[in-house]
């Protein structure tokens, strides 16, 4: 085969990788979110054995997530190509790259703080719900589990992996994100933006009606609505 | 409202750093926040009603207060200090007046917030995270957006909102929606940088740096004139060596220090009017014309020797001018009238021979006098005499005679029993009464010594005398 055409595949496989890769961190960030939704419920009156189930699931499909897109950036950023394209490439890759140790970085403490929680809520008795803060909530974690389900990413039906426990999972994670700084030296100060500023959040047309301030309406006797959260100066 | 939550606030980052007993008041503070909400012995809450939903799980300020109060066995004002500091540190929040970090004792009401969101020492909030909150804006849970952490580049923030965005709280109920809303928000509110943070990316006091007023500090350290090391540390090894053994701490005092044995013979024999100096005294006045200046017993014996040279008008101005400095400000321009007589305007009788440039610049200052009117002037008189009368003195019969005939007391050797009576015995000096009066006597002399020979007047005199 000529070497023009073994790079033009190479240069195809690797576009193919990245793309995966990008969906892949896409679904990491819903998953995480939801995991931060979910942990914020913890210790509160929404907290239950249903809640720290559905925890545990988040955590496990973020963790087959991370696995396989940690092993196929290293992948990407270990060969190197000094072709134009291939530097262009390369600056994708970084990207990927930054993005998904950053993701890390956030669940990880995420992790932390939902470990500290557990701890200070254990539900093993039915007398410990008594400790169990009445926020507000009542129940509503059900849709974000939902939420998690409908995740897809190219390989989680493939690969088969060990569900850890939770402080195995943090243990994990922190020698991950120590491994791959080692073995791939990025440089987080020169990976540049390909999009402005919440550029997703501007355009949400669905819900007009969800600012805080007008979900917080109530009726006056007198048939005027009035913000519930700030009263005039 | 600012103000008791800044100062709470202000509590909240100082405590930051300790460890071991902010960790137990925390541990304390949350079991006592668990009490508070206990559904049989915490405080009776109602429910919230909104336009579009009922909320659950709400309380009234003053069913808190009064709550605390029985609870801690303390006054009403301390339950309500109390519970600002539970809503300053993120405890329970407000629901209306949101920004008002305050517990009010009245129908004002508040909610637990969810554990979650609770003080906590190992987890403090990035400024980043923050900057991510307010961008999104209370939109809230549409717009979840997870961001890379502190230690990243500005743009990198930007990155965070390539694809990262989830929808996860749009499945989630009304109630619970708004819920979490106001709970995330109250935790901003708690935990948001201080104001003048401009980087949110440094932590520490770093980020209240301003940049650009910190970039024209540095620019304007670059423009400030520089020695070298080699030349300062010359300059203060030069006056260590010099000054080493006037020193009462690194030198004894001859003869003794009176703060170590009570006997102040080295004040007596140090003060303003004596006949004869110490020979340290007169030592040090051969270290600078500064020094010479400003011991007034130097002065004099300078003065001698002016006079026998007739070139007193120099040491005259520096005088006038030093009075002016000092003087009161009612004063000032008849002062300045008086010296610009005597010293500056053309034919004056004691004129100082100074440079045209300045010489103009003084005379121009003087129909506007202020105090430091004079402070070019007086400078190159100063360095006149330096430069030349002051050698000219060191070598002269004046200051060899003083030399010889200055004091050398014998250094004290006394006795433990000495050292306490001599102590019993202290001296109570001169009252300052007669000092001054004294001062006020020796002022008159010189005056009308120094006073310029009125020509005319002697004229008169001796025409009277005829």
């Not at chain 1, 134009?84 to 890759?93: A, L």
């Not at chain 2, 100082?14 to 559904?39: G, L, T, Y």
């Not at chain 2, 109602?46 to 066995?73: F, Y």
């Not at chain 2, 939109?139 to 390539?162: D, N, Y």
Request: neutral net charge; proline residues 5%.
């Amino acid at each position: 085969m000529s070497r023009w055409r073994r790079s033009v595949d190479e240069l195809a496989a690797r576009r193919r990788q990245q793309a995966e890769c990008e969906r892949a961190q896409d679904a990491l960030g819903r998953v995480t979110s939801c995991f931060q939704q979910l942990a914020a419920s913890l210790g509160s009156s929404a907290d239950g054995s249903f809640l720290r189930d559905e925890l545990d699931e988040t955590r496990a499909v973020a963790h087959r997530i991370c696995r396989g897109l940690a092993r196929r950036l290293l992948r990407l950023l270990s060969d190197c190509d000094s072709t134009p394209s291939g530097v262009e490439d390369r600056r994708v890759s970084e990207r990927l790259w930054v993005l998904f140790l950053s993701a890390l970085e956030n669940f990880l403490s995420d992790l932390h703080k939902a470990s500290d929680l557990i701890g200070q809520f254990p539900l093993t008795q039915r007398c410990d719900r008594r400790s169990l803060v009445n926020t507000g909530c009542v129940d509503g974690v059900v849709g974000v589990a939902s939420r998690v389900a409908s995740v897809q990413v190219p390989w989680l039906t493939l690969e088969e992996e060990s569900r850890p426990d939770l402080t195995n999972h943090m243990a994990g994670l922190e020698v991950m994100l120590a491994e791959m700084q080692l073995k791939v030296p990025v440089a987080f100060w020169s990976v540049e933006a390909t999009q402005p500023a919440w550029a997703e959040a501007a355009g949400d047309p669905d819900d007009p009606d969800d600012s805080l301030e007008r979900l917080m309406e109530v009726q006056l006797p007198n048939r005027q609505l009035a913000a519930c959260c700030c009263w005039p100066a | 409202g600012v103000t008791v939550s800044g100062l709470f606030l202000s509590l909240w980052y100082k405590h930051n750093m300790s460890c071991m007993s902010m960790k137990h008041q925390q541990i304390r503070m949350e079991a006592f926040v668990v009490e508070m909400q206990d559904p049989k012995n915490g405080i009776k809450g109602s429910e919230q009603k909104l336009n579009v939903t009922t909320i659950p799980h709400v309380i009234a300020g003053k069913d808190i207060i009064s709550w605390i109060t029985n609870k801690m066995k303390t006054t009403a004002e301390e339950a309500e200090a109390f519970g600002t500091m539970l809503v300053a540190y993120g405890y329970v929040y407000p629901l209306q007046n949101h920004k008002k970090l305050v517990m009010c004792n009245d129908a004002t009401l508040y909610r637990f917030q969810t554990p979650y969101f609770w003080p906590t020492e190992k987890w403090v909030a990035e400024d980043s995270d923050y900057g991510e909150y307010s961008t999104t804006g209370d939109q809230g849970v549409q717009h979840r957006v997870r961001g890379p952490k502190s230690g990243f580049s500005v743009q990198s923030l930007h990155l965070v909102m390539f694809g990262l965005f989830e929808l996860a709280g749009k499945e989630r109920k009304k109630p619970d929606r708004v819920v979490f809303d106001c709970q995330e928000r109250a935790y901003w509110i708690v935990n948001r940088p201080p104001r003048r943070t401009h980087s949110a990316l440094d932590s520490g006091p770093d980020r209240l740096i301003d940049p650009i007023t910190e970039n024209m500090f540095y620019q304007q350290a670059i423009m400030r004139s520089k020695v070298k090391s080699s030349v300062s540390l010359g300059a203060l090894v030069k006056y260590i060596t010099t000054y080493k053994n006037h020193d009462p701490f690194l030198a004894p005092c001859a003869p003794s220090n009176p703060w170590q044995t009570d006997d102040d013979s080295y004040w007596t024999l140090n003060m303003r009017r004596v006949d004869l100096p110490t020979k340290m005294r007169v030592e040090r006045w051969s270290f600078s014309l500064f020094e010479l200046l400003s011991d007034l017993r130097g002065r004099d014996d300078f003065k001698i020797f002016l006079k026998k040279e007739f070139s007193g008008e120099n040491l005259a101005f520096w005088e006038a001018a030093e009075e002016l400095k000092w003087g009161t400000a009612s004063s000032m321009s008849t002062k300045a009238e008086t010296i610009f007589k005597t010293f500056l305007a053309p034919g004056a009788p004691r004129w100082i021979n100074i440079d045209g440039r300045t010489m103009g610049l003084t005379v121009k200052g003087l129909d506007h006098p202020h105090r430091y009117v004079l402070e070019a002037a007086q400078t190159h008189v100063f360095l006149l005499m330096k430069k030349d009368t002051f050698f000219r003195y060191l070598k002269s019969p004046v200051y060899k005679d003083i030399q010889k005939k200055a004091l050398n007391p014998e250094p004290h050797n006394f006795s433990p029993a000495q050292l306490e009576q001599n102590a019993k015995n202290r001296n109570p000096g001169i009252h300052p009464i007669l000092l001054w009066q004294q001062e006020e006597e020796e002022k008159a002399k010189a005056a009308a010594a120094a006073a310029p020979v009125d020509v005319k007047a002697m004229m008169n005199k001796i025409d009277r005398k005829k």
